[in-house]
């Protein structure tokens, strides 16, 4: 059984996380059943971007990085206070250990910036959130990522960025390929109608 942590800062955008739920538990019950979704937050109850409230199932304190064999962040708000959680050492820390020992980190939109400021993606391939100037990006590149600034998804290694939400269902698809096979991947993909 494949784990995967699904980690919520404050201020998250709950879009971003529930495309990681829902592939997640659709592979729980259409696909090969080898995967678990886990819910940590950086807090025991957190206000998405748009006032949505959320109990996850874990904190952080509560979980280490040997419990899980995958990392998902979904990106939020700054004026939400996303940053203020996501920019947390113990978070920081705890990206830094999931690539030290080569599991996957997927990440949507501004997600990408916390594993950025872990220090993780230095010298390395990624994007994330295009519009807006690019000052996401900016961000980003000024934290020693090599932003591929058009590319809607980047995978370099065990880390996977992409430029905004419009990209959500294709990360947690390629997240899941990445943890089972690609041949898994289309049948949950199938059953939830994106493929015919």
């Avoid at 996957?104 to 594993?115: D, E, N, Q, R, W």
């Avoid at 096979?181 to 199938?190: F, L, R, W």
Wanted: hydrophobic share 40%; charged share 20%; with cysteine.
């Amino acid at each position: 059984m494949k784990r995967i942590c699904l980690l919520l800062p404050n201020g998250f955008e709950a879009v971003e996380a529930s495309v990681f739920t829902d592939v997640f538990g659709w592979n729980k019950e259409e696909g090969d059943g080898a995967t678990e979704l886990i819910t940590v937050g950086t807090r025991p109850q957190l206000t998405c971007t748009w006032n949505f409230t959320v109990l996850p199932e874990k904190t952080l304190d509560e979980v280490t990085v040997d419990d899980f064999d995958a990392l998902a962040l979904p990106g939020g708000f700054e004026q939400a206070g996303f940053y203020e959680d996501a920019y947390r050492p113990d978070v920081l820390a705890f990206i830094r250990e999931f690539d030290r020992q080569n599991k996957v980190i997927a990440s949507i939109c501004v997600g990408a910036l916390p594993i950025g400021k872990s220090g993780v993606l230095q010298g390395r391939n990624a994007t994330t959130y295009n519009l807006s100037n690019r000052n996401r990006q900016n961000q980003l590149a000024e934290m020693g990522a090599n932003v591929l600034g058009d590319e809607p998804i980047v995978v370099d290694r065990n880390v996977i960025t992409s430029f905004n939400p419009s990209t959500a269902f294709d990360v947690a698809f390629t997240l899941l390929e990445m943890l089972t096979s690609t041949e898994n991947c289309n049948v949950v993909k199938k059953q939830m109608g994106f493929i015919a």
